[in-house]
């Protein structure tokens, strides 16, 4: 069993930074490849990104491509999300996941077996 507990969401004017954070319970953080959603209001939740267990690969959703970057600390039991140049269509709810491997597309979340509780990001124009 995995607990994450996300934070750093909040409220930021377009073309500025946020840092989420995704803190996990438990000794086995290292085992789990990690993903960040989100789910803006009346659209369908969507990938954003994922960071593989082992090698710390990453893959990007194209929307986010250049300006996001996805890391995790397995020491501190963290994932991370580094937002930069927001834009409005950026609003959302964030959640991080946490999935055992098992050969599927990380880009879908039924490869997840854990979730955040959800964080607010909303940029303003």
């Known amino acids: 069993q995995v607990q994450l507990v996300e934070s750093g969401g909040g409220l930021v004017q377009a073309g500025g930074s946020l840092r989420l954070s995704c803190a996990a319970s438990g000794r086995t953080f290292g085992s789990y490849h990690m993903g960040w959603f989100r789910q803006a209001p009346g659209k369908e939740r969507e990938f954003v990104g994922a960071?593989?267990?082992?090698?710390?690969?990453?893959y990007y959703a194209e929307s986010v491509k250049g300006r996001f970057t996805i890391s995790r600390d397995n020491a501190k039991n963290t994932l991370y999300l580094q937002m930069n140049s927001l834009k409005p269509e950026d609003t959302a709810v964030y959640y991080c996941?946490?999935?055992?491997?098992?050969?599927?597309?990380?880009?879908?979340?039924?490869?997840?077996?854990?979730w955040g509780q959800g964080n607010q990001v909303t940029v303003s124009s």
């Open positions: 960071i593989t267990r082992l090698s710390g690969s990453t």
């Open positions: 996941a946490a999935g055992r491997p098992r050969g599927g597309s990380y880009y879908d979340s039924a490869q997840y077996d854990y």
